[in-house]
Structures are given as C-alpha cells and as structure tokens.
C-alpha cells in the first residue's frame, strides 16, 4: 500500500513556472516507477513524465523541454518543475506510482492537484 500526497499547484501566468511534489508513504527507492499524470475538464487522463526506480525519465512530447521530473529518496518525494506553463497545461495533476507486488503491478493515485494556467 503507497499513499500519495500532492502539493504545489495552483495558478500561474502563461510562461510562469511552478514545481509539484508528491510525498510517498513508502520509500521512492522501493517503488518500480512514479510518474505525473494530469486530466483536464473533458479530456482523458494521459501521461505527464514518468521516472522510474533506475532514475530513466519519459515524457511527453508536449512537455518535452519544459518540465523535469526528479526524485529524492531521502524524501521519498517526487517533483515535476514546470517552466514555460501554457494554458493548455490547465489541468488537475494526479501522482502516480507503480509497486510490483507478488508478479502483480499496482497502481496508486494521489488525490491530484489543480494547475491553472491564465493566458
């Protein structure tokens, strides 16, 4: 069981930058992958960035260049900078982190965050 609590949202102007973080009732270096994903009014959920246990990085084409997603374990925190924000970017952001138990991959959701972004 992970538990995941997000903070640092909020709104912002068109080119402003805000940092995300995600605290994780379990130690980020035991989890297999965390990632950010965000679903605005709408739309589908779809990936944001993604870090896995080895410190690899995905992101999406859309955030590519703007957003990094770190990790520091001695926090078990997850962060997701975002500089450059657009209004597209509006959305509630949701943590995410994926724990292989017994062959099995679980999902676990934080409660999400809002990012508005106001052109």
């Known amino acids: 069981q992970v538990q995941l609590v997000e903070s640092g949202g909020g709104l912002v102007q068109a080119g402003g930058s805000l940092r995300l973080s995600c605290a994780a009732s379990k130690s980020t270096f035991s989890i297999n992958a965390m990632g950010w994903y965000r679903q605005a009014p709408g739309k589908q959920r779809e990936l944001v960035a993604t870090?896995?246990?080895?410190?690899?990085?995905n992101y999406a084409d859309s955030v590519k260049g703007r957003f990094t997603i770190s990790r520091e374990d001695a926090k078990n925190t997850v962060y997701l900078q975002m500089n450059s924000l657009k209004p597209e970017d509006t959305a509630v952001y949701y943590c995410n982190a994926k724990l292989r138990v017994l062959g099995t991959m679980l999902n676990y959701w934080g409660q999400g965050t809002q990012v508005t972004v106001s052109s």
């Open positions: 870090i896995s246990s080895g410190g690899s990085t």
